[in-house]
C-alpha cells in the first residue's frame, strides 16, 4: 500500500538547502523541487519547467523567483509564471504545481497531497529540547517504508543485533492504538553480561549485570512516522528518537529515512560531547545492519511476487492492518 500523500514528509536537511539555490527532492516519483531564496524563505515546486519538462532544480535563484535554465522562464514561490524572457507580460503561460513546505529542528517538511495542508508538526521527537543532544542521519533504504515500520516496532529480532548490541533479552509489555496511531512497549533483560560501550553512552550509565528487566522502551507509530523512547529512571526518557520515512521513486521501492536521535545530556558537561564520534559509529552499526535486513526482505518480496510472510506476532498483524488502513484511504 502506498504512502498517503496528505501528511507532511521530511524532503531534505536543512543543511542541504544552501541560500539562493534549488535543491532537486522527490515524493513517490513526483519530483519536487526545494529553493532557498537569499532572503532565507522556502518554497518547493513540482521540478519541471512547464515549457519542455526540464527539472527546475537545475535553474538559477534570482530574488524569490526560480528561473528555468533551458529558456530563463521564470516562477515565484506559488508556481505562477512571471517572466518569459522573449514573450510580453500579457502573453504568460500557466506555471507549475506549489507545494505547502515548513522547516523544522533542522529538517525541511513538504505536503505533497492534494487536501489543504493541516498544520505542520511543532516539533520532531526531542529534538528542539536543549535537555537533548541530537544526531541527524539517514540514507536511502531500498525497500518499502512498511518494512521500515514493522522492524523498528518488532523488538523481537534483536538476535540480529548480537554482534552489536550483545545479548539482548526483549520482553514485550502491551499495546496501545488510536486513530492513525499505535505504540509498544518493552522491556529489557541483559543475562550475565554488561552493555556494549555505544549502549552504555545513550542511556548515560554503564549497568551492572542483572537479569531482571530495567528499562522501558517505547515505540510508536503514527502515520506515517514513527519514534522511539527509552527510560532507566526518571520521567523524561533518556533517548528519543524521530524517524521519516519518504519514498523516492514511483513504485516505493525506495525511501530516504531520516533520523533525529536525541541523547539526554548527562550532569556532567562535556562527557556527551567526547562519546559522541564512539556514540555515532555504534549507532550507524545498528541502523546498517537493519537496513541491510529489511532490503534483503525487500528482494525477497520482489522474487516470490507477494506477501509470503507467516507473521505470528499480533502486534506486527495490527500494524499492518492500521498502515493498510492509513494507505489505503488514499485510493477510496
Known amino acids: 500500500m502506498g504512502s498517503h500523500p496528505d501528511h507532511w514528509y521530511p524532503l531534505?536537511?536543512?543543511?542541504?538547502?544552501?541560500?539562493?539555490?534549488?535543491?532537486?527532492?522527490?515524493?513517490?516519483?513526483?519530483?519536487?523541487?526545494?529553493?532557498?531564496?537569499?532572503?532565507?524563505?522556502?518554497?518547493?515546486?513540482?521540478?519541471?519547467?512547464?515549457?519542455?519538462?526540464?527539472?527546475?532544480?537545475?535553474?538559477?535563484?534570482?530574488?524569490?523567483?526560480?528561473?528555468?535554465?533551458?529558456?530563463?522562464?521564470?516562477?515565484?514561490?506559488?508556481?505562477?509564471?512571471?517572466?518569459?524572457?522573449?514573450?510580453?507580460?500579457?502573453?504568460?503561460?500557466?506555471?507549475?504545481?506549489?507545494?505547502?513546505?515548513?522547516?523544522?529542528?533542522?529538517?525541511?517538511?513538504?505536503?505533497?497531497?492534494?487536501?489543504?495542508?493541516?498544520?505542520?508538526?511543532?516539533?520532531?521527537?526531542?529534538?528542539?529540547?536543549?535537555?537533548?543532544?541530537?544526531?541527524?542521519?539517514?540514507?536511502?533504504?531500498?525497500?518499502?517504508?512498511?518494512?521500515?515500520?514493522?522492524?523498528?516496532?518488532?523488538?523481537?529480532?534483536?538476535?540480529?543485533?548480537?554482534?552489536?548490541?550483545?545479548?539482548?533479552?526483549?520482553?514485550?509489555?502491551?499495546?496501545?492504538?488510536?486513530?492513525?496511531?499505535?505504540?509498544?512497549?518493552?522491556?529489557?533483560?541483559?543475562?550475565?553480561?554488561r552493555a556494549p560501550l555505544g549502549e552504555s553512552m545513550i542511556v548515560g550509565s554503564l549497568r551492572a549485570p542483572s537479569a531482571a528487566p530495567r528499562d522501558l522502551m517505547t515505540i510508536r507509530t503514527d502515520y506515517p512516522h514513527q519514534s522511539l523512547r527509552l527510560w532507566t529512571s526518571g520521567e523524561k526518557p533518556v533517548l528519543h528518537v524521530w524517524l521519516g520515512y519518504t519514498p523516492v521513486d514511483a513504485d516505493q521501492r525506495k525511501n530516504q529515512t531520516f533520523i533525529m536521535l536525541s541523547v539526554r545530556r548527562p550532569k556532567i558537561p562535556g562527557v556527551l560531547e567526547l562519546a559522541w564520534p564512539f556514540l555515532a559509529k555504534f549507532t550507524d552499526r545498528v541502523f546498517d545492519e537493519d537496513r541491510e535486513i529489511v532490503e534483503t526482505e525487500q528482494a525477497a518480496y520482489d522474487a516470490q511476487g507477494g506477501d509470503w510472510n507467516q507473521e505470528v506476532f499480533p502486534a506486527i498483524r495490527d500494524l499492518r492492518e492500521l498502515l493498510a488502513l492509513q494507505g489505503g484511504r488514499n485510493h477510496a
Not at 516539533?123 to 536511502?140: C, E, H, M, P, S
Not at 516496532?153 to 496501545?176: A, C, E, I, S
Open 12 to 193: 531534505a536537511w536543512s543543511q542541504e538547502v544552501k541560500r539562493g539555490r534549488a535543491f532537486a527532492s522527490s515524493f513517490a516519483g513526483e519530483p519536487i523541487v526545494i529553493v532557498r531564496t537569499e532572503a532565507g524563505d522556502l518554497f518547493a515546486l513540482e521540478d519541471r519547467c512547464a515549457h519542455r519538462q526540464v527539472p527546475l532544480s537545475k535553474g538559477v535563484v534570482k530574488d524569490c523567483h526560480l528561473r528555468c535554465c533551458y529558456h530563463g522562464w521564470s516562477y515565484d514561490s506559488s508556481g505562477r509564471c512571471v517572466d518569459v524572457p522573449y514573450l510580453g507580460k500579457d502573453k504568460l503561460p500557466n506555471g507549475v504545481r506549489a507545494y505547502p513546505c515548513c522547516e523544522l529542528d533542522g529538517v525541511v517538511l513538504v505536503w505533497p497531497g492534494r487536501l489543504p495542508a493541516k498544520l505542520p508538526p511543532t516539533t520532531l521527537g526531542a529534538a528542539a529540547d536543549r535537555a537533548y543532544k541530537t544526531r541527524r542521519f539517514g540514507r536511502v533504504v531500498n525497500c518499502h517504508y512498511t518494512f521500515m515500520h514493522e522492524n523498528l516496532m518488532d523488538m523481537n529480532h534483536q538476535f540480529l543485533h548480537r554482534r552489536t548490541t550483545g545479548k539482548v533479552g526483549p520482553r514485550y509489555l502491551g499495546k496501545r492504538s488510536g486513530e492513525g496511531w499505535m505504540e509498544l512497549d518493552y522491556s529489557f533483560r541483559r543475562p550475565g553480561e
